[in-house]
C-alpha cells in the first residue's frame, strides 16, 4: 500500500473521461487577446465561461492603476497583513468598499476562497451550528470544516425547510449561522433572499450571504442579491470576491457588527497567508469605481445574458431555472455533452463543462457566462455555434 492508493479510483475515472474527450484535460489558454478572447490550444477562441462580468479585466484604468501600483510598491507584500503586510491601499480599499456597501467595516482577504475559509472557520464554533444550502460552494464547505461548528443543510432554495430546521434547534439555545449565496455559480438562480431573512430574524439566527457572483450583477447599485431584494439590514455578514465583475483576485467580507475587527486577530486564514499584491488592490479599487459609476456596463451584461438564454431556450435545451449571466444547459448523456462541447470548440466557443460530482444534481453541464464586454458580433457568433452544433 502506498500514499498514492487512495487516487486509484481517480485514476480510473479520470482514464475513462479521456476515452470520450481528451481535449478537456488538454486545454491550454495560450495567448490572452482581450478580456473575451484567446488563443485556446492553437485557435483563437470567443471565452464564454470566464466570469468577467463587467469586462473589466482589460479595462485600460484598471490596468494603468495596477501598472502604477507594482513601480511604485512592488510586485508583492512577501508578508501577511498582521505581520509587514497590510499597506495603505489595503486600508483605502477597505474603506471603499464599506462605503460602497454602507456598512461600517470591511476585512479585505487575498482570495474569495480564503474570505469564506476566514469567516466561517472563525464566527462560529464547538456548540454553535451553520445552516447551509445544500448547493453552496466547496469553499463555504470547507470553512465551515474547519472551525468545528456542527453543520446542517437545507433543501436548496427552500425557506421553509430552512424554518423546520431552524424551529428544532430553537430549544437548544446556541448561536446560528446561516448561510446562501445570492447568484448560485452552477445554474445561476437566485437565492429566495427576503424568505431567508424573514426566517432568520422570526428565530434570531445569524446570515451571511456570499455575493461572488451578483456583485456587480444585481441591484440598482450592482450590490448583489440583498440590494435587489430589499433586505440588507437583514444580512449580517456579506463576503464576496474580486475575481469576477472587478476583474481582479481577493476577497471581502462587510459587516455592521462593529466585532467584524475581531476576525482579524483571529482567523488563521487572515492572519497566516499573504496579503494581496499592491498592483491587485490598485487594479480592484479602480474596478469598484468603475461599477459604483457605470451602469451601462450592468445593462450591456443584461442584454447579453437575456439573449443567449433565450436563444438556448428557443433551441430545447434544459437550462436553469432563470434568466443570469450565468447560463448552464443541462445534459443526462457525458457522451453527448462531451460531443456538444468539441463541437462548441470547434466552432471557436469555449465554455465550461462541468461534470458529477460538481455539479448540483448530479447531472453534466456546459456553463456559459457572458460579459458586458461580449460585443453583438460575438453574441452572434456564440448563438450560431450552439445553433449549428444542435443541429
Wanted: net charge negative; hydrophobic share 40%; proline share 3%.
Amino acid at each position: 500500500m502506498t500514499i498514492f492508493d487512495k487516487f486509484q479510483q481517480l485514476a480510473a475515472a479520470r482514464q475513462q473521461l479521456e476515452q470520450h474527450a481528451s481535449d478537456f484535460f488538454n486545454v491550454v489558454v495560450e495567448e490572452i487577446i482581450s478580456g473575451t478572447e484567446a488563443i485556446v490550444n492553437g485557435r483563437r477562441m470567443i471565452l464564454a465561461g470566464s466570469n468577467n462580468y463587467l469586462g473589466l479585466s482589460f479595462n485600460a484604468d484598471c490596468i494603468e492603476a495596477a501598472c502604477q501600483a507594482a513601480r511604485e510598491e512592488g510586485t508583492g507584500t512577501t508578508g501577511s497583513r498582521m505581520a509587514n503586510g497590510t499597506f495603505s491601499g489595503h486600508v483605502a480599499l477597505e474603506k471603499e468598499l464599506a462605503e460602497y456597501f454602507n456598512r461600517r467595516g470591511t476585512i479585505v482577504f487575498s482570495t474569495g476562497y480564503i474570505a469564506n475559509l476566514a469567516m466561517l472557520s472563525t464566527l462560529v464554533g464547538p456548540g454553535e451550528v451553520i445552516l447551509l444550502d445544500a448547493d453552496c460552494h466547496a469553499s463555504i464547505y470547507d470553512g465551515c470544516r474547519l472551525g468545528g461548528a456542527e453543520v446542517i443543510r437545507f433543501r436548496h432554495n427552500d425557506a421553509a425547510d430552512l424554518e423546520k430546521r431552524l424551529g428544532r434547534l430553537e430549544q437548544r439555545n446556541t448561536n446560528v449561522l446561516v448561510v446562501a449565496e445570492g447568484l448560485y455559480s452552477m445554474l445561476g438562480d437566485r437565492a429566495p433572499l427576503a424568505d431567508i431573512v424573514a426566517v432568520k430574524q422570526k428565530y434570531g439566527a445569524y446570515l451571511m450571504v456570499d455575493e461572488a457572483h451578483s456583485l456587480g450583477v444585481l441591484g440598482e447599485n450592482g450590490r448583489g442579491l440583498a440590494e435587489e431584494a430589499g433586505v440588507e439590514e437583514g444580512v449580517d455578514f456579506v463576503v464576496g470576491t474580486f475575481s469576477k465583475s472587478l476583474g481582479a483576485i481577493g476577497g471581502f467580507c462587510v459587516s455592521n457588527h462593529p466585532e467584524l475587527n475581531l476576525v482579524r486577530y483571529a482567523s488563521r486564514p487572515y492572519v497566516f497567508t499573504a496579503s494581496s499584491s499592491p498592483s491587485i488592490i490598485a487594479s480592484t479599487r479602480k474596478a469598484l469605481q468603475i461599477l459604483s459609476t457605470q451602469s451601462q456596463l450592468r445593462q450591456r451584461l443584461w442584454d447579453n445574458a437575456n439573449l443567449l438564454y433565450s436563444t438556448l431556450q428557443e433551441l430545447g435545451l434544459a437550462l436553469g431555472p432563470e434568466v443570469s449571466p450565468i447560463i448552464a444547459a443541462r445534459f443526462e448523456d457525458m457522451q453527448e455533452v462531451f460531443a456538444f462541447w468539441s463541437g462548441l470548440l470547434q466552432r471557436g466557443v469555449y465554455v465550461n463543462l462541468v461534470l458529477p460530482p460538481a455539479t448540483p444534481d448530479g447531472r453534466c453541464l456546459l456553463r456559459c457566462s457572458v460579459s458586458a464586454g461580449h460585443t453583438p458580433e460575438q453574441m452572434d457568433h456564440i448563438c450560431q455555434a450552439f445553433r449549428e452544433v444542435k443541429g
